[in-house]
């Protein structure tokens, strides 16, 4: 009876994520939503409505709201407590680990690491660290190499860093959430707004000194905190801007952001929500961010050069790189938020000046994980996606 009562909640699980994707599908923009040159028309067609600064103010709200109310969170959330619980310290060279878990609703534990550096006496800048879509077990979310590098790396230049769980994944995917959930969009948004909240809440941040930083999946969590939260100060969204791709996760397009009744955009427009604040693009010659030279960034520009900003928008194409947040890639990376976070850059120097991450401790799954048998779930933990109160 209780495999019978299992298989039943997976079905209605799956026919409701199913019903969730479809119900709405005139507006709903899925993963290949255009062909190339499809994309780069659409980009010529409504840069004919913003031919001044003012015009594209108006039309960046307009975006705006169109995320915030197709993805149900107009209005917002009332903000409960984080009530952050600590795991202890860990002392690595030139930098510093504790796992924390923060409440973005009642009961809602969104779990992951604080990287500090070893001097934090001072005001310091503060950089969120989204994962992507990297499953596999020996490779996996926010633990994999590639994330504990440039979250060292940044610690080690100065900067305090939290990395967090995408919903589903690590110690939430284990208390039993789901990733490909028709509201995960909706809800790791939130948490990724919540995740500021507790950044800037900690001693010593410069509030004007907030970046976010992420890849794929978490590039669209980049650029989607950025348009909605002006907090944000910096913005390094990695191989996810295009014009022709709208995400091909449910937690990226299974929530009508990109097109309602009164509106539609993409991914660029998007992301050029964050002007006037410094952004950069960085891209690869084997995925949708290919054109990135010839296609997104150009738009950018003109947006950002209506702002009165065109230098503060910037990227960093590698034709030959492929998908991911490759060293290559973080060198781009490095000294980008240095620049406006005012950063220590040397701090990541050998004596030649040549970048490089020598000496950064890669910590196993295990001991990055929150809760224990020494630090128990409380008993009022949100087990799944469909048991949240908002």
């Not at 298989?7 to 923009?29: A, C, E, F, M």
């Not at 001072?122 to 996996?140: F, Q, R, T, V």
């Not at 010593?204 to 890849?215: F, K, L, M, Y």
């Not at 410094?278 to 150009?298: Q, R, Y």
Request: aromatic share 10%; charged share 25%.
């Amino acid at each position: 009876m209780k495999l019978f009562s299992l298989l039943l909640i997976g079905l209605l699980i799956i026919t409701y994520s199913v019903k969730s994707q479809n119900q709405d599908d005139q507006n709903l923009r899925v993963g290949h939503f255009y062909t190339e040159v499809e994309g780069k028309k659409e980009l010529a067609k409504l840069k004919k409505g913003y031919q001044t600064k003012e015009a594209w103010v108006k039309r960046a709200e307009i975006i705006k709201q169109g995320i915030l109310k197709g993805a149900d969170l107009d209005p917002l959330p009332q903000k409960t407590p984080l009530n952050p619980r600590y795991t202890d310290e860990r002392k690595y060279d030139g930098y510093s680990v504790k796992n924390v878990a923060i409440e973005s609703l009642p009961g809602v534990f969104v779990t992951g690491s604080l990287y500090i550096p070893e001097n934090s006496d001072k005001k310091m800048a503060g950089i969120l660290s989204p994962h992507g879509h990297w499953s596999s077990p020996e490779d996996y979310g926010r633990y994999r190499a590639d994330m504990q590098n440039r979250c060292a790396s940044f610690a080690r230049m100065g900067a305090i860093v939290f990395a967090y769980d995408m919903v589903g994944y690590g110690e939430m995917k284990e208390l039993g959430w789901i990733h490909k959930h028709p509201l995960s969009f909706k809800q790791q948004l939130w948490n990724s707004v919540r995740a500021l909240d507790f950044i800037l809440s900690l001693d010593n941040i410069d509030p004007e000194r907030i970046g976010v930083t992420g890849a794929s999946g978490g590039g669209t969590q980049t650029f989607m905190l950025a348009a909605i939260d002006d907090r944000n100060k910096v913005s390094v969204p990695v191989v996810m801007v295009s014009a022709h791709f709208f995400g091909g996760c449910i937690c990226e397009s299974g929530m009508p952001v990109h097109e309602s009744d009164h509106h539609e955009t993409n991914n660029v427009e998007i992301a050029a929500l964050a002007a006037p604040r410094p952004m950069l693009l960085v891209s690869n010659g084997d995925d949708w961010t290919k054109n990135t030279a010839t296609v997104e960034f150009p738009h950018l520009q003109y947006i950002y050069k209506l702002m009165g900003v065109e230098d503060k928008v910037e990227f960093g194409h590698l034709p030959d790189d492929k998908h991911g947040y490759e060293f290559s890639k973080r060198k781009f990376v490095y000294p980008f938020l240095a620049k406006y976070l005012k950063l220590n850059l040397s701090a990541i120097q050998d004596k030649n000046g040549e970048l490089t991450e020598k000496g950064i401790e890669i910590e196993p799954y295990e001991k990055m994980k929150v809760f224990s048998e020494s630090n128990p779930l409380p008993d009022y933990t949100v087990l799944t996606n469909d048991d949240v109160k908002w």
